[in-house]
Every structure is written in C-alpha cells, then in structure tokens.
C-alpha cells in the first residue's frame, strides 16, 4: 500500500497524522537532494544544523551559522513541491531574546518553500515558543539528546531523566510547539511521552512507538564515511557507489577508454 500524500503538506495537515499514519521525516540540505526526497513521499524534511556533521566535515553542530542555515534552506525550499519544510536554530540561536528568535524565524519564513522552525532545547524555550507562535510561526521542538549541548551531556548518548522528558514536552506543547522530535530515548519513554503529547512525536533513535521518524539523510542513504549510530538504518551504500563510480571514471581515463566516440563532437 502506498501511503504517499499527494497533497501539499501543511502545518494542520502534518499534526493530524496523529494517530493516523506515521509521519515520516528526513534531513535535506541542496536542491537536488530535496527533491528527491521530496519526489520520493516524505511528509517532511529538516534542514538540520547536523550539515555540520554531515556536509562540511566538523565534529559536531556547533559551528553552523544561521547565514549558512539559510543558505542551504533557500535551496531546500525552492526545490520542494510537497514536503513540510523545517528550518532547524543552530547553535545558540535558540537561547536568544524571544524578540531575537522571533527576527531569525521571520528570514527563514521569508525564504520560498519553508513553514516552520525547529527549535532544540527546553523549558527556557517557552517565551521564545509562545512569542513564535503568537506571531504565526510554527514551532517543531527538540528534547531528549540536544545535540548543541554535546559538550555539557559529555557525548551523544541516551537520555534516561524521564520525568524531565516529559515536563519539557508538556511545556513546550502547552506554549504551542506542533510537533517535537524526540532524540536517544529509550523506546518505552518516547511511547509514553507520545501518548501523553497531543502534537506528534517525531523520533530518531527513540523506537518504534513516536508518531513519527526522521533520519538524517546521509545515514539513511550510506552515505557518512564516519561512524553512524545504533539508530540510523541505511537504505543503500552510496558511499561505496559514488567510490565505485569514481574509480571507472578515473580508470577509463587512464587507459584511454573515455571520452569514446559517443561522448565526442565530430
Ligand atoms: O539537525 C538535525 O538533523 C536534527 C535531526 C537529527 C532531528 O536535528
């Protein structure tokens, strides 16, 4: 059964999922990409600060600007027909004024495609959340792993303070988040926190029982040269294709193979 959406994804339409289908989410980060995934039937896609990670090579997410956010979600957005577009706050973004967050929210509303921000943190969110979506922003939170908190947590690890999970869920619905991603729960805390939440659950490395799932993109396709976590399944091995392609490129070259006469102008 094919449960692809042809309908244009909006916000309304992305919380009533809810108890419907799962939801299903992937990062994007280029106009080729988000396209694709976008002509594949996600419901959403994130334009995640992990392009830290992922696509310029660094550690963690830390260093991302929100110059280099909007310039990767301007080609997301342009290039997607259907999907929810979902701009992620890098680092420490999020923790400013809520005057301030609600000027950084409105330049990735402005950009063509894009519907909402995705803010990663807690309790001190709900100023910023109720201000956001007072002015008409949609608001997607972030709990359970953070990753910009890398450094306080002392890794990527899983989050086991349930009773903290959930109060900051709860609060952040109560200030008008419409969804949130739950990150490295263990699988019986995010099917609480689901059933407790109204708004969707989004989880990645939170089991089977979230309203929905994201993965990041380079993970689900094979892509990552670095190692990937327990969580993220690959769908393919572009990483070796790519490789693979690559090394006949540079072998016909070598031999004289390529260009033929069918790659040629006479
Ligand atoms: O930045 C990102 O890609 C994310 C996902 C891991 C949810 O926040």
Redesign the pocket.
Known sequence: MDLRTEEVMTVPRFVRLKGRRPIVMV?AYDFPMAQLVDQAGVDGI?V????GMVVQGRPN?LSVTWEQMLYHAEMVGRAVQRALVVV?FPFPLSQLEPAQVLTHAAEALRLPGVSAV?L?GGQELVPSVQRLVRAGVPVMA?CGLR?QSVHRLGGYRIQRDRQTLLQEALALQQAGAFAV?V?CVSAPVAQELTQALQVPT?G?GAGPHCDGQ?L?LHDLLGLNTGPVPKFAKAYAQLASTIRQAVQQFCQEVRQGRYPGPEHSYQ
């Open positions: 990062t994130l995640g600060d992990s392009l997410t992620d995705k990663e972030h990753p991603v990150e989004i990645i994201v990041v």
